[in-house]
């Protein structure tokens, strides 16, 4: 089993940047692929992006390439997502998430682990 445990989110104006982080318990981390999943209102969970578990390997969707970064930091067990340029439609509860599949850097499975997720608003 794996505890997720994100940080981060908040109120930011257009054009702002917001940095969410992810602390991991429970399992070895290096094992584990390592993602952020979003939900909007009204919507549906969305993937984000995802990194390898040991070779830094990232993907990302569409909407947020070339705006948002993520990386991780195995001695501390922690995943962090770099927002820039944040726009009105990245407002959602954005999500933690993990999974031993490699399947997730394509982003079409849905992941075994879930953090409770934290809320970011962008103000248009």
């Known amino acids: 089993q794996v505890q997720l445990a994100e940080s981060g989110g908040g109120l930011v104006q257009a054009g702002g940047s917001l940095r969410l982080s992810c602390a991991a318990s429970?399992?070895?981390?290096?094992?584990?692929?390592m993602a952020w999943f979003r939900q909007a209102p009204g919507k549906d969970r969305e993937f984000v992006s995802a990194?390898?578990?040991?070779?830094?390997?990232?993907s990302y969707a569409d909407s947020v390439k070339g705006r948002f970064t993520i990386s991780r930091d195995s001695a501390r067990n922690t995943v962090t997502l770099q927002m820039n340029s944040l726009k009105a439609e990245d407002t959602a509860v954005y999500y933690c998430?993990?999974?031993?599949?490699?399947?997730?850097?394509?982003?079409?499975?849905?992941?075994?682990?879930w953090g409770q997720g934290t809320q970011v608003t962008v103000a248009s």
């Open positions: 998430v993990g999974d031993p599949s490699r399947a997730i850097l394509r982003g079409t499975i849905y992941p075994t682990w």
């Open positions: 990194i390898s578990s040991d070779d830094n390997v990232t």
């Open positions: 429970g399992r070895t981390f290096s094992h584990i692929f």
